[in-house]
């Protein structure tokens, strides 16, 4: 693990590089957030993206996703991975939302929790970027940055959660979607571009090609 100095400096350079950091998934409002969101696991946003203007057009808020039809959410929704079970999802969500939270989405993570397909990195997303709550969410890019630089050994994202948010503790809102995109674009599975990687000192990772 590192040293409190070694964290403070990545901290700082990530705020630096990423002060605008915002998700590349596109939504006008709540409910379209939390369907991105949803459909974002293991799917990538640019392929989301293509998605849901078809899918919010048939079904533009939380009580027509409701009574929404599964084979149609489906067919909308087929270039997305695991469609089938992300399609039932959906419906039984805004099911859930009706009977449960009078048609409002609640924003908090136990009860956002509750609803169908929405487990707690889903839920902390939606919070950080509807609320710009101060919490850590972690997909495969803020896993794989987290451990090539050594904030963390966790061997699952929960525990890689726990580790960033004591090494980290604020801004976490903004660390999360700036390493997102650090993992997206620089620190990638394949091919990482560290030549151009502004945290290139800090990093002693096998996987480092200068």
Known sequence: MRTKKDIKEIKEKFLLNFKDARSELKFNNLYELLVCVMLSAQCTDKRVNL???ELFKA???IKSMANANLASVKMLIQSCSFFNNKA???IKMAKSVM??????IPLS???LVSLAGVGQKTAHVVLIEHNGENLMAVD??????????NLSKAKTPQGVEADLTKAF???LNILH??????????CKAIKPKCEECFLSELCKSKDKRI
Not at 142 to 149: A, G, Q, T
């Open 169 to 171: 503790k604020t801004d």
């Open 99 to 104: 009977e449960n939270f009078a048609g409002e």
């Open 59 to 61: 079904y533009p808020d």
């Open 109 to 111: 993570e136990d009860k």
């Open 51 to 53: 998605i849901t203007p």
């Open 88 to 90: 039932e999802n959906l």
């Open 177 to 186: 979607q700036a390493m997102v995109l650090f993992g997206r674009y620089t």
């Open 140 to 149: 495969t890019h803020v896993f794989r940055v987290s451990h090539r630089l």
